[in-house]
Structure formats: C-alpha cells, structure tokens
C-alpha cells in the first residue's frame, strides 16, 4: 500500500503490513499485525513483567528487496527513550543491513532526537539502483505503533529470499536474551545469530521476565513448527529452589507438545561480580551442574534431542570476560559477538 509520497523528495511510503514484505522474528504477528512478541489475547494471564516486554520487538525483522538507490524509514514509538545504561539507538533505533543470510552486511542505524516518539531517518541515498535484500532489525526495548518504509518513486519492492524451511529458533530467556544493553538492534545475539543461521528466531527474552512460569510454557508451545527451543533464563529464576523446580516442569510441558524439537539449555553467562561474592559464584556452579544432571538423567531416558551448554564460557575464559559488560551482567555489542560466536557451531551442528 502506498501512502504520503512526499512529491519534493519523490520518496514512495509503504507499510510493512502489506505484502510483498515479510516480518519476521514475532511468532503471532501475521494472525495478529501488532510489533509485539506475545498474543494480544494469550491462553493464559501474562506475568506483568512479560506483559510489558511483550510490546518491545525484540528480534523481529523487516525483510525485503528493493532496487532503491535510497532508504527511509518513519517510526511512531510508544514512549521515547528513558535508559540509564542502554543508548537510544538499541532502545528505541532501527538498523539497517544488507545482503542475504550469511552474507549480510550492516550499513546504518537511524538516527534521531530521542526526547522524541516519532521520528523519520534516511538509512541509506544514493545508490546504485540494483536490487538488493535489506533487513530492518526492530527496537530492542521501546513499543512500535507504526513503520513506514520509503523507497524513490520508481524503485520495486518484492519478497525476500526464503529462510531454508519454515522451522523456527525459540529463544526464552532474560532481559539478557532481550539485547540488553546492546547499542543497537542487529547487535542483540540471537540478530547476531539470525544473520548466519538460515532459520527464522524467536526472540522471547523479557526483562525482569523469564522465569519459567508454566503459563509461558504454554504459550511457547503454541508456537508451530519449532526446530530448537533454546532455555537462558537461569539468570531470572528467582532462587535456586525455583528454578530447580520450574526448569523440568517447563521441560515435561513442552516435551508433551514437542516430542522431537531440540531443546538447548544454556547456563547463565558468568557475571563480574563471580569474581568477588563467592556465595554467587557457587550458586552459578551448583546451577550449572544442576542443569548437566538434568540433561544427562533426560537423555538415559530416551530425551534424545535436549542438550546443554555452557554459558559461563560464552563472554571468555581469559579473566576478563566482565570488560564485555555495561554493567558487570549485562553484555556490550563485544560480549553479545562473543555470545553469537560461542553457539553458532552448537546450533548449526545441532539444526543443519
């Protein structure tokens, strides 16, 4: 659909809404049309930490080729920006890559006064008009109300190329899992992710969210046609005791709607203050091991498909890993690389 061509910059608008563009990354949205991560009607209440999360897209992408030598985009947000440890481009930005799965490139991220709820960017002005893949990461942790892309007046849009099947990575976990703090979209490690697995992902990482409660498993499970459910949430789990209790009744839920889909469980990432509070650091230890038996009892059962890894390797093992946090927990763009770089292999041996 084409609305409000602004006839001095001969730009065209068109909403995302509308075929031939694709978005991708939120389970529920060609049912339902909202930038949102959870139903608008879910089976079963939210917890109010999720409820709020679910409206932050996270993960969600705008795929499509354009032969347009330039690119804009309009955004209307739900509030404007307000993070202490989060810059307004990972809060509230779009970025901007080009290129198929594998070979994608960035090129911007938009660029605006962040007092504001609404704003219009160029990404990119004066290229060449060859037909390219463009993919627009969503905001990590604001609200969108509405997207309008513009191209030039005679540029085409068409569809996208094809993730390699219709499976679908799920990635439950933390306000971590979400991206924060990353300094812009594309740089959350499950986008990192996305741009070298050729599967569509799922990012359902809440903020103060993400505890396992059986109401969420129910609602993942509805997700159709998942090929790995990946579980980071040890760091919401609320005590060792609960989340003892709640990860294998997660597990037993989900196995009952998904018997062969692979489950990965990730250990939580190793936090700087492991270093220095040894009550914390043998908590994250009996956790982890906790997690392995877990794993490993499943699996002489018959549970082929469930698989551990570790995750206070993923930031390094070098002493420093805490240099690639903003605040001793919450990863920068080098510790959400480090993240991606850490389960890549895992994943594609696991799913390709």
Known sequence: MRVNEKVEDKITWYSPLE???????????????????????????????????????????????????????????????????????????????????????????????????????ALYQKWPDTMRTITLYLPLYQGVEEIWIGVDERASVSVPSDFVSNEKVVVYGTGITQGGFASRPGMSYTNILSRNIPLEFINLGFADGGKGEPEMVQIISSIQNQACLLLDYEANGVSREKFRTTLPGFIKIYRSMHPTSTILLVSRISFAQDEHDSALLTERKELKSFQQRLVHRLRDEGDQHIFFFDGSTLLGGDGDYFECTVDGMHPTDLGFMRMAKGLEQTLKTLLL
């Open 19 to 121: 075929e031939p563009f694709q978005v991708a990354g939120l389970a529920w949205f060609a049912e339902e049309k909202k930038y949102r991560r959870m139903p608008v009607m879910p089976l079963g209440e939210l917890p109010d930490a999720v409820e709020y999360s679910a409206d932050h897209p996270a993960g969600g992408q705008i795929r499509f080729r354009s032969d347009s030598g330039s690119l804009s985009v309009k955004v209307k947000l739900t509030n404007r920006a307000d993070m202490v440890h989060m810059p307004a481009t990972g809060q509230c930005g779009i970025d901007c890559y080009v290129g198929d799965i594998g070979e994608m490139k960035y090129v911007e991220t938009t660029k605006y006064n962040f007092s504001l709820t609404e704003y219009e960017c």
